[in-house]
């Protein structure tokens, strides 16, 4: 495995990562007016991610960061051609973050709810949008020379990407129902089993339809896994095994169900890309690859080191923050917060 590759697996692992756990952070986002009753029910939903939800989405920074430090190409490329999509997506976070930061700072039923209404949004918009980016990547978009995009935001939203968004949205959903069905008490608890247990079925829904125009649309699936199509068929496995044992109240393994099928989606994709990190619709003399958009060789090196090194201890502090925040938050636990 040469530097490129190496420094490719390393950027899909920052965003399986990413995915996985801001995923359900997405979710319990968009699930809070559906779970939660009363004020100290959204307290208590919206204290499940309180711990983790700004360190999640650290490894969407630290993507972004060794995307363009190692390949800048494709930064600049990707930046530029999904620009509005990518700033929507910005714009979301910092409306969620707000809402999450400031929810407390009054007492007022009135700023509660608009806190409450950025929180959704906030997490609903970047839940859809990522879908609609991913899906674009993984198809083609219109890459001409000099590596530049030539389309618009109509080339984006095409039927085929806002179908990986709604996949996204109620994947991210579901993930995070059974997160809360594990980290909110008893009441709220079963109010999210309930509702992923409902969400199981459009998601379903939308993911087989998914399926089927990606088979169609792309070489995804032929090239991924060591033999084709394992992957994605591995990632249909999870997914009905996470209503399976849902409905069994096996919410743990249900959770890891649904992180499993998020995570093998997104190593379909990286890995039905390579070598290429954006093909181009307009002929695969203008596709973008590991190597015509990387950085150079010692740059890679020495990024590898600083890599080596650091990413072990962000990792270590991370895990040692969901085992302290571990315990399920109830309404006695409201009064420490």
């Not at 995915?19 to 959204?42: C, K, M, Q, T």
């Not at 879908?131 to 530049?148: E, H, K, Y």
Request: with cysteine; net charge neutral; glycine share 8%.
């Amino acid at each position: 495995m040469d530097i490129n590759t190496i420094w490719y697996a390393l950027i899909a692992v920052l965003f399986i990562g990413y995915f996985f756990l801001e995923g359900f952070d997405f979710g319990v986002g968009i699930l809070l007016p559906v779970v939660a009753r009363d004020d100290a029910e959204r307290r208590i939903v919206i204290n499940t991610i309180g711990p983790f939800w700004d360190a999640n989405e650290v490894w969407l920074i630290t993507a972004g960061g060794a995307m363009f430090a190692a390949f800048p190409d494709w930064y600049a490329t990707l930046f530029s051609g999904f620009y509005l999509p990518l700033f929507l997506i910005l714009v979301a976070l910092i409306l969620r973050a707000v809402g999450f930061e400031f929810r407390g700072k009054l007492d007022n039923a009135g700023w509660r709810r608009a806190a409450d209404v950025a929180i959704v949004t906030g997490s609903a918009l970047p839940a859809f949008l990522w879908g609609v980016a991913i899906t674009n990547l993984v198809r083609g978009v219109p890459i001409g020379a000099q590596m530049q995009f030539q389309g618009n935001l109509l080339t984006l939203l095409n039927p085929f990407s806002l179908l990986g968004g709604l996949v996204s949205l109620c994947v991210f959903a579901l993930h995070g129902a059974l997160f809360l069905n594990l980290r909110a008490e008893s009441t709220v608890a079963e109010r999210a089993r309930n509702a992923a247990l409902t969400l199981w079925w459009p998601a379903a829904v939308v993911l087989l339809g998914f399926f089927l125009a990606t088979y169609s649309q792309t070489d995804l699936f032929v090239r991924s896994g060591l033999v084709p199509g394992t992957l994605p068929v591995l990632a249909m496995i999870t997914f009905v095994a996470s209503t399976v044992l849902a409905r069994l109240r096996l919410g743990g393994w249900a959770f890891v169900t649904t992180g499993l099928t998020i995570v093998l989606a997104t190593v379909v994709a990286f890995e039905g890309l390579y070598p290429r990190v954006m093909p181009s619709s307009l002929g695969s003399g203008y596709d973008l690859t590991v190597y015509n958009a990387s950085s150079s060789p010692m740059t890679l090196h020495v990024m590898l080191v600083v890599a080596i090194v650091f990413v072990p201890i962000v990792l270590a502090y991370q895990a040692y923050s969901y085992w302290v925040f571990r315990r399920r938050v109830t309404r006695r636990s409201l009064g420490s917060d």
